[in-house]
């Protein structure tokens, strides 16, 4: 049983707009440098994490988080571990009120040498406060870039210890999102004992007959299997009676 989608419309504030934020961190190397594990609401997850202020941008709330001892998921392997160990892992939060903001975004890692590349991550999503698989209020990446490599002033990524990184968002307006509501658990109705009892008298998905002094009764194997070791053993793939449509029962009474 599945729920009917959630309609939300929001209003960005921002029709079709682009805006940029920006985090200057002047000194890197004075950040937690422990590796984060697990969910964001555990202390091993918080122990690696470095926060910007909450900035505006397209009339939404950001705020860059960065992981300079890298941060990986609980249930990772060894291998996948040691991976993310060796990368700053980057994400861009959404700290807005909006169920469901359409936007465009790219981090980027800003090289501060002239004529070198930025390094850059770019994407798109549904923001939002409904943990339903169809919105989020965080994206980013776990390996944006090797420590190594941020970590080597020669190559620009920090320079006097200062890092920069840089946010671009669009958004588009009014526009009307779908979100998926979280689909309850089904429960069955507490009436197994009734519903056995309405097939074996209306003889639906019957799929052998029982015949007693001459009376016909439909029945189904898994529930005579089920219920009798007598029927067990004579409905059994060894048995000779084990494919037969119809049984005949001797030695007792049709209204037993």
Request: charged residues 15%; proline residues 6%; contains cysteine.
């Given at each position: 049983m599945t729920s009917p989608p959630v309609v939300a419309?929001?209003?960005s504030r921002s029709p079709s707009k682009t805006e940029i934020i920006e985090w200057q961190i002047e000194q890197w190397s004075?950040?937690?440098?422990?590796?984060s594990v697990g969910h964001r609401d555990s202390e091993s997850y918080r122990q690696g994490r470095t926060s910007s202020e909450i900035m505006q941008a397209v009339g939404e709330k950001w705020q860059i988080v960065v992981f300079p001892g890298g941060m990986s998921k609980g249930a990772d392997t060894a291998e996948e571990l040691q991976r993310k160990k060796e990368h700053v892992a980057i994400y861009l939060h959404y700290k807005g009120d909006c169920p469901a903001l359409r936007a465009k975004y790219s981090i980027t890692l800003v090289n501060q040498l002239p004529g070198n590349v930025d390094e850059t991550g770019r994407g798109s999503t549904t923001f939002g406060q409904v943990n339903s698989g169809t919105s989020t209020d965080n994206i980013g990446w776990s390996n944006f870039i090797k420590r190594s490599r941020l970590e080597d002033e020669s190559?620009?990524?920090k320079v006097n210890d200062r890092v920069i990184i840089r946010a671009t968002i669009t958004t588009f307006g009014d526009l009307e999102s779908t979100v998926a509501a979280a689909a309850p658990a089904f429960t069955p109705p507490n009436t197994v004992t009734t519903d056995l009892e309405?097939?074996?008298n209306s003889g639906e998905a019957s799929d052998i007959a029982l015949y007693v002094a001459g009376r016909e009764f439909k029945?189904?194997?898994v529930i005579l299997r089920a219920r009798s070791p007598y029927f067990k053993g004579l409905l059994s793939s060894s048995m000779r009676d084990a494919d037969a449509d119809g049984l005949p029962i001797a030695d007792t009474e049709p209204d037993v």
């Open positions: 419309v929001c209003k004075s950040l937690p440098s422990g590796h190559r620009g990524w309405s097939m074996l029945a189904h194997r």
